[in-house]
C-alpha cells in the first residue's frame, strides 16, 4: 500500500510563501499521478494541484492557479508544493495523495492519503 507523510505546514502570514513536501514509503509512486487536496473546517476536501507520474500535465484549481505549483522528484519519491502570495483562505489542513492512474488523479481515484499538514494564513 505504502504510506505518504506531509511536511512543511505552519502558520504565513498573507503574502508569504511555504513549500510542502509528501514523502512516500513503503513502495514506489513513480508511476502514479499525485496529487494535493485541502480541507477546511467545516467545508468538503477539494482538489489543489497535481502532476502526471513524469511530473508534467501539471492541473491546478482555479483558486490557487498562478500561486501555487506541484512538481515531484521520482528519485526521491517526493512531491511538492510551491505555494506563493498565500491568502486567508488557503488556510486548510494539506493532504497529499496517490492515485491508482498515471495520467490523472481525482477525489475518487486516489488509493493512498496521507494524514495532512495543517497550514494557517493570518491576515
Known amino acids: 500500500q505504502g504510506q505518504l507523510v506531509e511536511s512543511g505546514g505552519g502558520l504565513v502570514q498573507a503574502g508569504g510563501s511555504l513549500r510542502l513536501s509528501c514523502s512516500a514509503s513503503?513502495?514506489?509512486?513513480?508511476?502514479?499521478?499525485m496529487g494535493w487536496f485541502r480541507q477546511a473546517p467545516g467545508k468538503e476536501r477539494e482538489f489543489v494541484g497535481s502532476?502526471?507520474?513524469?511530473?508534467?500535465?501539471?492541473r491546478y484549481a482555479d483558486s490557487v492557479k498562478g500561486r501555487f505549483t506541484a512538481s515531484r522528484d521520482n528519485a526521491k519519491n517526493t512531491l511538492y508544493l510551491q505555494m506563493d502570495s498565500l491568502k486567508p483562505e488557503d488556510t486548510a489542513t494539506y493532504f497529499c495523495?496517490?492515485?491508482?492512474?498515471?495520467?490523472?488523479?481525482?477525489?475518487?481515484?486516489?488509493?493512498?492519503w496521507g494524514k495532512g499538514t495543517l497550514v494557517t494564513v493570518s491576515s
Open positions: 513503503g513502495r514506489r509512486f513513480s508511476n502514479n499521478a
Open positions: 502532476t502526471d507520474w513524469r511530473g508534467g500535465n501539471a
Open positions: 495523495a496517490a492515485s491508482r492512474h498515471s495520467a490523472a488523479i481525482s477525489i475518487s481515484t486516489v488509493t493512498s
